[in-house]
């Protein structure tokens, strides 16, 4: 049975016409790694849409690994996070308008997950590429977080031990520009070779 990663990015949201998650994810999906095949997945959006696409992928036959990819404005290096907590709240409508405060991602569900991925094999070997990274320890309380809570949730509940977990990106540089202010931003070429370092790792035996 072929091995596969699940690499799932994000549409875009909030205003803005690109999301570089999925940029990144669409061009990934088929690419051979060590003896893995990368099958890519777009999220919506919307929690429990976005929970029910990953879901629908989490029982294919030889899944070895998730990596999950988000935009987070503002930060200007790839941030690989550590943990996921219970609860959505934000100001940002999300692609149907709604607005969550207050609300667990999952009710009765642990107060957090931490990512199963090799995250200090990951940031050295992005380190030693020359590409900006860190640790991060709050991946938000947006869609982002709530994909990897969710994700972590059910296969902790399905009691599958496959390697999962969460990378933060910075806006595009013409993102940047359409929006007229002082942010930090990276370029896809360098956001793809991030990504390529990344699967490298996560599909080592």
């Known amino acids: 049975m072929a091995r596969h990663i699940l690499v799932t990015g994000f549409e875009p949201f909030a205003g803005d016409t690109a999301n570089p998650s999925q940029e990144l994810a669409k061009a990934a999906d088929g690419r051979a790694v060590d003896d893995c095949v990368v099958r890519s997945l777009i999220l919506p959006v919307q929690h429990e ?61 642990l107060a957090a ?47 599958a031990a496959i390697p999962a977990g969460f990378v933060h990106l910075p806006y595009l540089p013409a993102m940047v520009a359409a929006h007229g202010l002082e942010e930090p931003s990276m370029d896809i070429g360098v956001m793809a070779r991030a990504l390529d370092v990344i699967l490298r790792v996560v599909a080592r035996p």
């Not at 790839?78 to 308008?97: F, H, K, S, T």
């Not at 199963?116 to 990274?133: C, D, V, Y």
């Open 113 to 159: 997950y931490f990512s199963t991925l090799p995250l200090p094999g990951m940031l050295s070997e992005l380190t030693a590429e020359g590409i900006p990274a860190y640790i991060s320890y709050t991946a938000g309380t947006y869609l982002c977080n709530y994909a990897l809570y969710t994700t972590l949730h059910a296969l902790a509940g399905r009691g």
């Open 49 to 109: 849409a976005a929970r029910d696409a990953v879901a629908g992928a989490l029982g294919a036959p030889g899944l070895a690994a998730i990596v999950q990819l988000g935009l987070a404005g503002g930060r200007a290096r790839i941030a690989l996070e550590q943990v996921a907590v219970n609860v959505m709240d934000y100001r940002i409508p999300d692609n149907q308008g709604d607005v969550l405060h207050d609300t667990p991602c999952v009710a009765g569900g």
